[in-house]
């Protein structure tokens, strides 16, 4: 009798059941679960370095230092003692938006209604290398200059404060509103904040923080 013949195996006078005599075959697991396809022809997958990602990183933050520098420039020709764009922080969507551009003691020179509500500013900007930075974007319209100022930021672009002894008119006195410096009469709210877009800036004085 073939021992292992039929529902159950004989051993000696004991009949025990077929399948827990079985031999159990090792379990098998395909190649191709274990590695993706490039690495079964032998091409490593394009791993991204740490140097890649600092260049990177740097060149967005070169490329946003020119982008501030256009926007201030565009901005003091159309208002010749701009110093300041303060910026805001939308309730609802989280994002920054310009408030006001001021002067250098911080006097209200344009008032962004909304975001909703831009009216174009007054003075068209002159052919010339400053109005050809803007492309087919219209540096009159103050919605560009809103999409330009999420953009930065969603790219990892970082504004200055505006210095707190200067009049916020209105906005919440509790927080440091962003900004960026448009003129050397513009001082920042702090000195030293980091890798911030900084176009212009007035004489660090001694001591400064």
């Known amino acids: 009798m073939n021992p292992y013949s039929g529902n159950s195996i004989e051993v000696g006078e004991t009949r025990i059941p077929a399948a827990a005599a079985s031999p159990i075959a090792p379990a098998t697991v395909s ?4 590695a993706p396809d490039s690495m079964l022809v032998g091409i490593a ?3 991204g370095t740490l140097d890649d990602w600092g260049r ?4 967005v933050h070169q490329a946003g230092d020119r982008i501030a520098r ?16 303060m ?3 939308g309730e609802y969507d989280d994002e920054l938006h310009p408030h006001s551009i001021r002067d ?3 006097g209200i020179l344009w008032d962004f209604p909304g975001v909703t509500s831009f009216e174009p500013f ?25 999409d330009l ?41 702090l000195w030293d904040f980091g890798r911030v877009m900084r176009p212009y800036s007035a004489a660090r004085p001694d001591g400064a923080r």
């Not at 190649?31 to 274990?34: A, F, G």
Request: net charge negative.
């Open 104 to 106: 250098e003691h911080g």
């Open 56 to 59: 990177a990183k740097n060149a």
């Open 31 to 34: 190649v191709t679960e274990l």
């Open 45 to 47: 997958p394009p791993y």
């Open 70 to 85: 256009t926007i201030a420039d565009t901005l003091r020709v159309m208002f010749p003692t701009a110093a300041y764009l």
């Open 149 to 189: 100022v999420r953009s930065l930021e969603e790219f990892g672009c970082s504004f200055d404060t505006m210095p707190d002894d200067l009049p916020f008119h209105g906005v919440d006195p509790d927080q440091c509103e962003p900004c960026l410096l448009l003129s050397d009469r513009a001082r920042p709210g």
């Open 122 to 146: 007054p003075v068209t900007l002159p052919d010339g290398p400053l109005r050809a930075a803007w492309g087919d974007k219209d540096p009159q319209a103050p919605g560009a200059l809103n």
């Open 87 to 89: 910026l805001y922080r």
